[in-house]
């Protein structure tokens, strides 16, 4: 999709303030690989502010799912549960360390995880079960908890949209033994590309350290416990560059300032956009009262895939990208060769033909919401 034909695009990375300064930073510092001091001053912010027992920033929230898979030791013919509404990187994570992918279906309100159809999909070989909070709502935590401490299977929380956002006043993020958040340039805090491993559980610290540098001991050996490293785990190339961290770090500072913004925009969406919605059928964004969304996406959902064509088309000729979201991954090229078949996720299958995201960036302006509400108002669907 050419960004440049449309004069609002779906997405445009912004600024909060001191990024370049603390790049400046960072570059007088004399420390622009991983785990610098503004690595730390990131990882400390989120600690404290969410309360988990370590946060690590890492170079994606794939990488950071990656991990998850490897300090779970997720072996070849475990089998992990996912919704099939989400991106690839959820299961792709696992399915690199051989497990099966077990995708089940969504609840058609919050577009998350069904909770009532995890039981029915658990097996003696189930070592991790992934929710995923779809635009940072919470996934039924309370259910999905018990049923997997009943089973005593891992969760790993799947936040790349959530920071930030609660489930009965418990930060995303903190339910799992493990939690991932993504900094990709799309998120409401960012540095481009970029992640974190949030870990609930102390036993996991160690080697989740360990993991994040190549497998080494380097972490342990820059603190001066050991007096040199060298390769004890598996492990990869998973810390993010120090100079991406204080780009970050400019954001996650100004994280009250960035929510507020963000929560006018989805305010005024959802306001503007009620009526229209209701005289034509049109789905707006669920949360239950008890989630406390940190105002990620703004998203419809058409009454059928034409609807849906349409409306992105509209839009388009109005200079104003609309797109679509995840196709259901039980019925993509991979998911098939793992026995996905059309009718197994019939939610999926049917949101993931309706749903278009609005254009919804923090810097997103008055005027241009504007343009973006009076299009979709002049639209019949
Ligand atoms: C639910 C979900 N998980 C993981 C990712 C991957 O994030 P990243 O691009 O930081 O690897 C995305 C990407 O947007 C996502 O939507």
């Not at 390769?231 to 991406?244: A, K, M, N, Q």
């Not at 954001?251 to 005289?279: F, K, M, P």
């Not at 239950?288 to 034409?306: G, K, N, R, V, W």
């Not at 993931?352 to 108002?377: C, G, H, K, M, W």
Request: charged share 20%.
């Amino acid at each position: 999709m050419n960004r440049l034909v449309y004069d609002i695009p779906f997405n445009r990375p912004g600024l909060a303030g001191p990024e370049f300064e603390y790049m400046q930073k960072a570059v007088s510092n004399g420390h622009l690989s991983g785990n610098g001091d503004f690595t730390k001053k990131c990882q400390v912010l989120l600690e404290n502010e969410l309360s988990v027992v370590r946060a690590l920033l890492t170079s994606s929230c794939t990488h950071a799912l990656e991990m998850a898979a490897i300090l779970l030791n997720i072996q070849p013919g475990d089998e992990v549960i996912v919704p099939s509404f989400t991106f690839v990187s959820t299961i792709n994570a696992f399915v690199l360390r051989g497990a099966r992918p077990i995708f089940i279906d969504i609840r058609p309100d919050a577009l998350n995880l069904d909770e009532a159809k995890l039981e029915q999909a658990i097996t003696p070989r189930t070592k991790a079960i992934v929710p995923v909070h779809y635009a940072g709502v919470g996934c039924e935590m309370e259910a999905i908890l018990e049923i997997a401490s009943r089973h005593g299977v891992a969760i790993v929380e799947d936040n790349a949209h959530g920071l930030f956002g609660r489930y009965k006043g418990r930060y995303l993020g903190t339910f799992g033994c493990l939690a991932t958040q993504s900094f990709h340039e799309t998120k409401n805090f960012q540095c481009g590309e970029g992640g974190a491993l949030l870990i609930n559980n102390v036993q996991h610290v160690e080697r989740a350290e360990i993991i994040r540098e190549k497998g080494t001991n380097r972490s342990r050996f820059f603190r001066g416990q050991v007096d040199k490293y060298t390769w004890i785990d598996i492990g990869s190339s998973y810390l993010l560059s120090d100079l991406s961290a204080a780009f970050l770090y400019a954001q996650l500072e100004a994280r009250y300032e960035i929510q507020t913004r963000r929560q006018r925009v989805w305010t005024l969406y959802n306001d503007a956009l009620s009526g229209w919605a209701s005289t034509y059928g049109v789905r707006m964004p669920f949360v239950p009262a008890y989630c406390d969304q940190p105002y990620h996406m703004f998203y419809l959902l058409m009454p059928s895939l034409e609807a849906r064509q349409a409306l992105i088309a509209h839009l388009k000729a109005h200079g104003i990208m609309g797109v679509f979201h995840y196709l259901a991954l039980h019925l993509s090229d991979m998911g098939r060769q793992f026995g996905g078949e059309r009718g197994d996720c019939p939610v999926t299958e049917d949101i993931s033909d309706r749903l278009l995201r609005l254009p919804f960036y923090n810097d997103l302006n008055a005027a241009d919401q504007t343009r973006v509400i009076e299009a979709i108002l002049s639209f019949q669907v």
